[in-house]
């Protein structure tokens, strides 16, 4: 980010006076893209835009679980989303179908970037999404459609990769006290270089399209792993039934709890359909869970150069993946092993769903590193064993669970006793090993030289196929990094060289 060193009465005048935070930023910025403004032409120039509207809540219907003819209904926090696409397997709120008619402007049939309109000031924030009309979706107030004047759809990858970038989020910062609104201003002075180079404009897109691609991949792994662990457990229970009873007083008792998570019908039902499974089930035993800690001294930093890994629950995505952000520097360290890592508390909001996700740290891959308390190690199982329980823990029937176990207001958390109280089926090993390759499996590949984006995008595909979910995020996260450095190079106007085997050789 540019330094800001010096900033005159005229800045402020063309800046309407505003002296918040963003606004400043935005004046260094702004003298480094005039050059850029004289050789290039501005992307939005060349997008048309419409704003999502404003919906009545009172006509949202997701408390209807079964209701058809409804609709998905895109929200900021569905564009702010950590994901790049818009996809089915997000929260949404839905919309009775008639709006398709009534509003039918809103209703979104054909491909769009979604910029979010209200936020902070964060940098890290996402605010920006690809809706690849995958499914028709109505669009919410506060979120902004664009797409192409003219059908490109390089273009709108192009474009869409710079708004990933920290020159476009600057600008587009909004004004306000607690909440900051993207306003008609901010529109206006917003600009994002478009080049003339058209193979750069198509490498650029090709590597978007390619991390697109993998997120997909991702949502298409996850789903088949759900699908396999429900179908093996309802196929082959013991002959006894499910009942639901109230919960009598020995029960509470036993549980030592009076909240309702544990008692609902939902929660016993899913318990009983683990216990019930025909080869039996197990539980953690409770010399191998072991929490974490915030070090008293301690540095902590995104430098690569500090000695260890830091993982906070804020690392550990709802897919169960890592999302590399912060190193630190310690006296001590908790993770030199390979280990099932817990999410035992979260701020997220919600019925307490995104407790208990899992992800599995690899400790050749990652080396040392550093967990706090609010993640629980479990250690001294054998590999195939924890990768089989992080995909337990993270498909759809034990996020369910886990919202049942978990307890709290403001922030849910599991405590390390509820964890014990999980059971985990006795799969056979063959299906243990097919849920597992899709969750973490390294393909061996070697690559000869890449001549196009074509040619990328079909071995890349290939590649796709065979790796797990953890290796299709690493793969994405690397691609991200390479987008990253050639905006860079578009906004300090250096010359950009396309070389695909760069990033594909990482894998």
Known sequence: MIEIKEIGSKDLKSNLFSFSPSALQFIPLEKSLQKLKKKYENVFDHLKSFDGFAFPSSDFVTHYEDMKNKYPLIQIGNVNDEG??????????????????????????????????????????????????????????????????????????????????????????????IQKNTISTERKRTYLPLIKEKKVIRFIASLVDAILRKEKEIVRKRYTINRLIEEELHTNQKSTNFHYSFPKYSEVIKNRRIDTGVYTDEFKKIDFLIKNYNRGCFFIDDKKIKGGKTPTKRYISDKLELDYLWVTPTNISDFGTYLPKDRINCPAHNLNENAMLIINRTSKGGKGEYVGISFYYEYESLGTGQHNQGIYKITDYPKSQLLFMVSFMNCNLMRKYCAGLSSGSKMKEIKSNHVLSIPFPKFQANLIKKINELYFKKPSTSYSKISNADIFLEIDNKWNKSAGIVQLKESATIIKQKLSELINDIICDNKITINYLSQTSLY
């Not at 797409?147 to 990933?164: E, I, S």
């Open 84 to 177: 790049w696409l818009i996809d089915e397997t997000q929260d949404f709120e839905y919309l009775p179908s008639f709006y398709s008619k009534k509003k039918s402007k809103y209703f979104l049939t054909d491909r769009f970037m979604l910029l979010s309109l209200t936020g902070g000031n964060d940098l890290n924030c996402d605010i920006s999404s690809l809706f690849l009309n995958d499914f028709p979706a109505f669009l919410n107030q506060r979120v902004s459609a664009l797409r192409p004047k003219r059908n490109d759809p390089n273009l709108l990858l192009y474009a869409f990769a710079l708004t990933k970038h920290d020159v476009f989020k600057v600008q587009w910062f909004g004004k306000g006290g």
